[in-house]
């Protein structure tokens, strides 16, 4: 019953169908998408105006930019519609900067209350936004392949080509979605893994299957499971399966697979590596 889950009342309400403005977990996702939004605006103003950097360094940002400000909209369009469409920086009086990483602001709810935010656009017009973004990101990204093992982390063409084919379904674009899926595994820079045990540990991390991933950094002493200001994922190797004996710390009842999807999992060799059995 999940009306019981008392200590995750935001995700109950989502499970339930039953939102309030009030809801946490969709005021933050708001406001770090935005915030996103205006990281990748900014990088692109700078790439535009002064950045110290060579042509080809500011091609591959610039398409980095792109990528992800496609997919901050991604997220926004799919879980609230009609949203803001921002594409300039919020804050117009900020010095140029040398070095794109140097975010000129913090990271919180003042810089959320000081963002002044266009009128909400269609769903057509942030569609448009999230093809053109993706297009852009395509035409100047290299393949994950070009990459050294310590970037394979970053946006690619792949993962461009992956998010446009995902945001083609979405609006139910068959055929381009088609056509692009086709270009992602035709590319050759992608393969199912030969050791599915692996996919969801820190060692199959950024290997052949993965198209756009965000890795592990070293424990932070949080015992890796919370974020952290970076927005990373995770900060150590916590998989479902090697978690799983641990009954006092880990697992999430909210999560739980259904009864159908643990049955047909016996009748393969991956169930140990997709559930962990926490009671």
């Excluded at 117009?92 to 709810?109: R, W």
């Amino acid at each position: 019953d999940p009306t019981t889950y008392i200590d995750m009342p935001d995700i109950v309400e989502m499970m339930l169908f039953k939102t309030t403005l009030t809801n946490r977990m969709l005021t933050q996702l708001w406001k770090t998408t935005y915030i996103g939004i205006d990281y990748a605006n900014n990088v692109l103003k700078q790439c535009n105006e002064g950045i110290l950097l060579t042509n080809s360094e500011k091609k591959q940002l610039a398409g980095e930019a792109y990528f992800l400000r496609a997919l901050n909209y991604f997220y926004l369009l799919n879980f609230f519609g009609e949203v803001p469409i921002q594409t300039e920086p919020f804050l117009k009086d900020k010095p140029v900067l040398t070095n794109p990483y140097d975010y000129p602001y913090s990271i919180d709810n003042g810089l959320i209350n000081a963002m002044k935010f266009n009128a909400r656009s269609s769903k057509a017009e942030v569609w448009a936004l999230i093809e053109q973004d993706l297009q852009k990101a395509i035409q100047n990204l290299p393949e994950k392949s070009t990459y050294a093992q310590t970037d394979k982390w970053r946006a690619s063409k792949g993962a461009a080509n992956a998010l446009l084919c995902k945001s083609y379904i979405f609006q139910q674009k068959w055929q381009l979605a088609k056509q692009t899926a086709d270009i992602v595994v035709q590319s050759s820079e992608y393969a199912l893994s030969s050791d599915y045990h692996t996919v969801f540990t820190q060692a199959g991390e950024l290997n052949s299957e993965k198209i756009f991933e965000v890795n592990c950094l070293p424990d932070n002493g949080n015992d890796g499971l919370r974020l952290t200001r970076n927005a990373t994922i995770r900060t150590i190797d916590r998989s479902m399966r090697n978690v799983a004996g641990n009954t006092g710390s880990y697992g999430y009842q909210l999560d739980c697979p259904s009864q159908l999807l643990v049955n047909k999992d016996r009748k393969s060799t991956r169930l140990n590596s997709s559930h962990a059995n926490i009671s």
